[in-house]
T-cell receptor
Framework: RKEVEQDPGPFNVPEGATVAFNCTYSNSASQSFFWYRQDCRKEPKLLMSVYSSGNEDGRFTAQLNRASQYISLLIRDSKLSDSATYLCVVNMLSSGNTPLVFGKGTRLSVIA | NAGVTQTPKFQVLKTGQSMTLQCAQDMNHEYMSWYRQDPGMGLRLIHYSVGAGITDQGEVPNGYNVSRSTTEDFPLRLLSAAPSQTSVYFC??????????????FGDGTRLSIL
């Protein structure tokens, strides 16, 4: 099982739609979880951290399911500007020299 | 706020040439790291530093050297460029390192092509 797995997409959704991405991780001892957003040919930028109790930031909701070892990102009322690649990032304490593991990303296209 | 500054933004090298990618941050972050990003791959850690004078290898360190003489600067050196090192390179910093909830702050990236 890969350390951090994401569906690469693309997810093509109309404006106003609700879309959800999942990300699974292999190390049950993982402590920290993040969602980053990366626009084409740009650097990754933190979208939100993921807390055990779940957290919301405007139209974005992140949740953590430790029992099933996945995190999710829900985007409500999608905007054209939400089009980007969303990277799942997991802090794996026991993975030697690569404690922070990045998923390959899920591509989202919001269509007018 | 400058944040994390990488130079150059673009570079083309010939096989066998050496060069240094520069990275500087003005946030007084202890932790700095270099990643490469290739099509279809996630970001992969090359080298990282937990503070001035301390560096360590990441997942893909071969062919690269780093040094951390100051808190602000973390240059990445390609010793003898190879076509397999064609990639986009990102430098990142964070206040308290990997083992925390602090996120990474990334530079704009350096697009490197090796012919």
């Amino acid at each position: 099982r890969k350390e951090v797995e994401q569906d690469p997409g693309p997810f093509n959704v109309p404006e106003g739609a609700t879309v959800a991405f999942n990300c699974t991780y292999s190390n049950s001892a993982s402590q920290s979880f993040f969602w980053y957003r990366q626009d084409c040919r740009k650097e990754p930028k933190l979208l939100m951290s993921v807390y055990s109790s779940g957290n919301e930031d405007g139209r974005f909701t992140a949740q953590l399911n430790r029992a099933s070892q996945y995190i999710s990102l829900l985007i409500r009322d999608s905007k054209l500007s939400d089009s980007a690649t969303y990277l799942c990032v997991v802090n794996m304490l026991s993975s030697g020299n690569t404690p922070l593991v990045f998923g390959k990303g899920t591509r989202l296209s919001v269509i007018a | 706020n400058a944040g994390v500054t990488q130079t150059p933004k673009f570079q083309v090298l010939k096989t066998g040439q050496s060069m240094t990618l520069q990275c500087a941050q003005d946030m007084n972050h202890e932790y700095m790291s270099w990643y490469r990003q290739d099509p279809g791959m996630g970001l992969r850690l090359i080298h990282y530093s937990v503070g001035a004078g301390i560096t360590d290898q990441g997942e893909v360190p071969n062919g690269y050297n780093v040094s951390r003489s100051t808190t602000e600067d973390f240059p990445l050196r390609l010793l003898s460029a190879a076509p397999s090192q064609t990639s986009v390179y990102f430098c990142a910093s964070s206040p308290t390192g990997f083992y925390s909830n602090q996120p990474q702050h990334f530079g704009d990236g350096t697009r490197l092509s090796i012919l």
